[in-house]
């Protein structure tokens, strides 16, 4: 249940949880990362669902009461500009996927596009943690508190940069 409110308006980390379950039963670990990741996902549709009837002019006046409204507008155009990039790094990173979620509804992005992204960068970061879990049982426990952050950061950076020189290639050879 917790990580299906997560991604709408809880903002506990459902990683606590996992890491929880995954301590206390690490050869159940990937089971435990993939319904994380489904019910995570779903969660974040729905928070999208919820952004898409709210609406970016209802936001932006929102924000206007305390003069903010110019800044809510550009983060949202914004947002539909980078759509990629903010649900893959809130879905990987401990930047809260709650709030891009909306986001996402309140730019009208591809709701396809949403799941697609989310499917493959949340289940990316539940499964990793399970993974670990699921080889390394308590030891793992102590990467993740160390090091998982950095981990994902740097991920986000390599993909940055392959996607990136992929598209400098692909300018090269079409001309």
């Known amino acids: 249940m917790l990580a299906f409110t997560e991604p709408i308006f809880v903002p506990i980390p459902v990683d606590i949880l996992l890491g929880a379950l995954c301590l206390g039963e690490p050869k159940r670990s ?9 019910f995570s996902i779903l969660g974040g549709t729905a928070a999208f669902c919820l952004g898409l009837a709210f609406g970016p002019d209802r936001l932006v006046a929102l924000f206007n009461t305390v003069g903010f409204g110019s800044q809510a507008h550009l983060a949202i155009e914004l947002y539909a500009k980078y759509d990629f990039w903010a649900i893959a790094i809130s879905a990987l990173t401990p930047v809260p996927y709650m709030i891009f979620s909306w986001f996402g509804g309140m730019a009208k992005i591809s709701l396809v596009k949403f799941i697609g992204i989310s499917v493959v960068f949340r289940t990316l970061r539940f499964g990793s943690e399970a993974l670990l879990f699921y080889f390394f049982g308590k030891r793992a426990r102590v990467f993740i508190d ?14 940055a940069v392959v996607v990136y020189a992929v598209k400098l290639l692909g300018h090269l050879f079409t001309g």
Do not use: E, P
Not at 30 to 38: P, Q
Not at 146 to 159: D, E, H, P, R, S
């Open 30 to 38: 990937i089971k435990y990362g993939l319904i994380c990741s489904l």
């Open 146 to 159: 160390k090091y998982f952050n950095l981990a994902t950061i740097a991920f986000i950076i390599i993909l």
